[in-house]
């Protein structure tokens, strides 16, 4: 059957808009990224089940997103099928020191509703562009916190079609490292747990942090954030700003000269010119400092 054909057949299945060739730099925030063969964002669970069977069944390959903050899409693009989970997935509500997000739900949301009732331990997520799937299976973290920390239950819908309720004590949390990494299963729900915070205490420390990101980060260009992990004991970005990489550039891709462990697009910058210099970044940091950078954003596609 063809692409086509197949996305033809999805639509008859359900109530969500089903894209052939979706141009995926429209849903990555470095602006880059070939077209995935057929994207659905689907506007619910029985939407999202149903494309789920249709992949197992039809054996297309299927690759879950969300804000796409996080990924480097080449530039052949994406076989198969694309689930981005986003607005259909958006729901928050909160209780007592609980708060339900949905998978697709935005971070500042997640962080917004913490403040608003008074739940402190959500300050750190100011500023992280993501969605609440992607940050769960990321273990999305900074100053000192990650989201892990406050993560009671996740449930996932595997590709087979089981929902599932994980115990948030039991998914492995590591550095931008979570069991759900490299699982069949797409993060619809997770309940957090927050504890009692003045609304104001909480709302000057968020601001501190987006004032401190607003000034080390180059945020006025596309950027997937920090490319590399840091290194035990050590920080990528001071790695890479001491081997001499800032300003170096590939194309459109360039070595931030404000914070080193950001390639900013200067405009056009495909994957390619991204995957150039982050071999060349890693070339010069082996060669100076003998560490091998491990990346921390996540390559999809073909080239
Ligand atoms: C300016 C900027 C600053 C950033 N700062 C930080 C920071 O301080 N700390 C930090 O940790 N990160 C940071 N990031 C990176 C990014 O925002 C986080 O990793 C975020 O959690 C990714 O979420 P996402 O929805 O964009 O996921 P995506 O990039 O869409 O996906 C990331 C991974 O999660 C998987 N995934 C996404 N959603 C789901 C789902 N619902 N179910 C199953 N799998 C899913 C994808 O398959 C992929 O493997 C930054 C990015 C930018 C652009």
Redesign the pocket.
């Known amino acids: 059957m063809s692409v086509p054909d197949h996305c033809g057949e999805i639509s008859r299945l359900i109530n969500s808009p089903v894209m052939f060739r979706e141009p995926m730099h429209l849903?990555?925030?470095?602006r880059i990224g070939g077209p995935a063969e057929i994207f659905v964002e689907p506007r619910g669970i029985e939407d999202l089940r149903a494309v789920l069977t249709y992949a197992a069944q039809s054996g297309l390959p299927l690759?879950?997103?969300?804000?796409?903050?996080?990924?480097l899409v080449r530039d052949g693009g994406i076989s198969g099928i694309v689930l981005?989970?986003g607005g259909g997935?958006s729901g928050i509500r909160v209780d007592g020191e609980t708060i339900t997000a949905g998978?697709?739900a935005k971070?500042h949301r997640l962080a917004a509703a913490a403040r608003d009732a008074g739940l402190g331990g959500f300050e750190?997520i100011a500023?992280?562009?993501?969605?609440?799937?992607?940050?769960?299976?990321?273990?999305?973290?900074?100053?000192g916190s990650?989201?892990g920390d406050r993560v009671v239950e996740v449930t996932?819908l595997g590709y087979q079609g089981d929902l599932l309720c994980l115990d948030g004590r039991r998914l492995d949390w590591g550095y931008?490292k979570s069991a759900?990494?490299g699982?069949e299963?797409?993060?619809?729900e997770a309940v957090f747990r927050g504890y009692p915070r003045d609304k104001d205490l909480i709302s000057s420390d968020m601001e501190k942090i987006l004032g401190s990101?607003r000034a080390k980060?180059p945020?006025e260009y596309?950027?997937?954030?920090?490319v590399f992990k840091n290194p035990p004991g050590n920080y990528a970005g001071k790695l890479i700003q001491d081997a001499g990489c800032q300003g170096m550039r590939v194309g459109d891709a360039q070595v931030s000269t404000k914070h080193a462990n950001?390639i900013i697009n200067l405009g056009k910058a495909t994957a390619s010119d991204v995957l150039k210099l982050i071999a060349a970044v890693r070339e010069k940091v082996m060669e100076k400092f003998g560490v091998s950078l491990e990346m921390?954003?996540?390559v999809?596609g073909r080239d």
Do not use: D
């Open positions: 849903h990555t925030s470095w690759t879950v997103i969300g804000a796409g903050t996080n990924l981005k989970i997935f998978g697709g971070l750190f500023g992280i562009p993501g969605s609440v799937g992607g940050a769960v299976v990321m273990n999305a973290g900074a100053y990650s989201v996932c931008r759900l990494q699982k299963s797409v993060v619809v990101r980060q945020l596309p950027s997937a954030g920090s950001f921390e954003v996540k999809l």
